[in-house]
């Protein structure tokens, strides 16, 4: 007589399991394959399950960006080039094939991403060390206001919008919350955090 499991699949409990098991590695190995050929390593690294997967899939990243880094210079992109950079000798060999007015439309673009490393490397001219000093202390004071909750000093300081929305999220992700005090005797006031 043949055995049957509870839901009459004609397979025992543990048969299921091992082809349930082998049918979602099988599938994670796919998508994990998938993802990689795509390029799309962050989804990659998500289906990893070993330590060798994970430096598999790194190797294959810096494979690519390497690649990228490559072509964007050999085709006179130096502006993507220095994008696809994470080290400063990188950096330092594609600034150098930079003509000077790519080198100011990028410093602009560094002091506009708080990049102060690759700030420092492309400011050429006096004028530009000095902007990058002026941002530097700009930057740190309109984040200490800001964390200390002086919106309107911190507003005074922002140059972008994106630096004004960013202050005025954070002045949004708190909540002020009335409470009675236990005595009955007046209202307390207190800021407390909202977690979005």
Known sequence: KEKRDAGGTGELPSETAEVDDATEEHRRS????????????????????????????AQKQEEARLLWLSYHEEEGDFTKALEMCVTAE??????????ESEKAEAFVT??????????????????????LAGSISRVADMKKFKDAGDIEQALKLAITQQE????????????????TSPDGSGVAVAMVANNK
Not at 36 to 53: R, S
Not at 90 to 99: Q, R, V
Not at 164 to 179: F, G
Request: with cysteine; aromatic share 8%; hydrophobic share 40%.
């Open 30 to 57: 796919t998508w994990l394959s998938y993802y990689i050929a795509e390029g799309k390593y962050e989804e990659a690294l998500d289906l990893c399950v070993t330590q060798a997967e994970e430096a598999s899939v």
């Open 90 to 99: 990188e950096e330092a060999k594609i600034i150098a094939l930079m003509s």
């Open 110 to 131: 560094a002091i506009k991403a708080y990049d102060w490393e690759l700030a420092t490397q492309l400011a050429s001219t006096q004028q530009e060390r000095d902007d």
């Open 164 to 179: 004004e929305a960013d202050i005025l999220a954070s002045q949004e992700s708190k909540v002020t919350v009335e409470m």
